[in-house]
T-cell receptor, first 113, second 110 residues
Framework: KAGVTQTPRYLIKTRGQQVTLSCSPI?????VSWYQQTPGQGLQFLFE???????NKGNFPGRFSGRQFSNSRSEMNVSTLELGDSALYLC????????????FGPGTRLTVT | AQRVTQPEKLLSVFKGAPVELKCNYS??????LFWYVQYSRQRLQLLLR??SRESIKGFTADLNKGETSFHLKKPFAQEEDSAMYYC????????????FGKGTRLSVIA
């Protein structure tokens, strides 16, 4: 079974721009969760999508948004980028969501200059 | 609110020495606790879960409800254990997401 894939793997943007990250879950998985990983804060939950609906949302500003498509692929968007948004963005998929059996992707390294 | 605390950002031990990675949690109910590991240039992956009470790669973790702790232990550290370790809590209430600690970087010195 192919694992979770994320594209692009690396991204450099400037302040004020917006960015879209993509995540393809493991086949058959309907839940996709997004996390922001930084050295100082560790893993912080952004949101979870299940069957095209946002089921959970973390404590992030409205500049962070996401969506899920009918094939379970998910995208997250960050608008008006700030320097502090530089991080590794991880996507995780699971069959039903709300479980610990999450399978993580390799992440997208976003650098904001 | 649920919270997971890993008090050590970095833990360095010598090869062959015992290792204990601390994890304390704050939750009013009965949570499920897990340890995730991220080796260099690899994906974050589940190491073990408290309900299975298993030993993975020589690591064990016991849930202590009285002390609200879930420390990860290994009697003899190996160089390949060097990695980032995250403790995580899943509240026992519906489809709530995992809550992660900030992680502890374990460095095993030869």
């Amino acid at each position: 079974k192919a694992g979770v894939t994320q594209t692009p793997r690396y991204l450099i943007k400037t302040r004020g721009q917006q960015v879209t990250l993509s995540c393809s879950p493991i086949s058959g998985h309907r839940s996709v969760s997004w996390y922001q990983q930084t050295p100082g804060q560790g893993l912080q939950f952004l949101f979870e999508y299940f069957s095209e609906t946002q089921r959970n949302k973390g404590n992030f500003p409205g500049r962070f948004s996401g969506r899920q498509f009918s094939n379970s692929r998910s995208e997250m968007n960050v608008s008006t980028l700030e320097l502090g948004d530089s991080a590794l963005y991880l996507c995780a998929s699971s069959k039903e969501g709300g479980t610990y059996e999450q399978y993580f992707g390799p992440g997208t390294r976003l650098t904001v200059t | 609110a649920q919270r997971v605390t890993q008090p050590e950002k970095l833990l360095s031990v010598f090869k062959g020495a015992p290792v204990e990675l601390k994890c304390n949690y704050s939750y009013s109910g009965s949570p499920e606790l897990f340890w995730y590991v991220q080796y260099s240039r690899q994906r974050l992956q589940l190491l073990l879960r408290h309900i299975s009470r298993e030993s993975i790669k020589g690591f064990t973790a016991d849930l202590n409800k009285g002390e609200t702790s879930f420390h990860l232990k290994k009697p003899f550290a190996q160089e390949e254990d060097s990695a980032m370790y995250y403790c995580a809590l899943k509240p026992n209430s519906g489809n709530t997401p995992l809550v992660f600690g900030k992680g502890t970087r374990l460095s095993v010195i030869a």
